[in-house]
């Protein structure tokens, strides 16, 4: 499964440094994601996805955000200093999920 979307980097707020960064995936594919990985979730709920931004394609996990109930994907830092990108910029997304390993 292939996510496509565009969100808004926020910094999440527990930790206000700039190294904690995420977007949040749609609520109607972070459902669709749930419902097709009940079985395969990790620690805290997470799911393994390779995920690009701009030129930039890596491997990590989404978590679900309990306030939302949307799925957030960390963007590192060396991602955001590749492509350019700081806290509230949009930033076009797209997210495979992984088989289970």
Not at 8 to 19: F, H, K, V
């Amino acid at each position: 499964m292939v996510v496509d979307f565009e969100s808004e980097l926020w910094i999440w707020t527990a930790r206000r440094d700039d190294s904690w960064t995420f977007v949040s995936l749609p609520v109607d594919a972070s459902d669709e994601i749930r419902d097709r990985t009940g079985g395969q979730r990790r620690g805290f709920g997470s799911v393994r996805v390779q995920a690009r931004v701009g030129t930039t394609i890596w491997r990590t996990s989404i978590f679900p955000d309990s306030r939302t109930g949307a799925y957030v994907l960390p963007i590192k830092q060396a991602v955001r200093t590749a492509n350019g990108l700081k806290p509230g910029d949009r930033v076009g997304v797209s997210v495979e999920v992984l088989a289970h390993d």
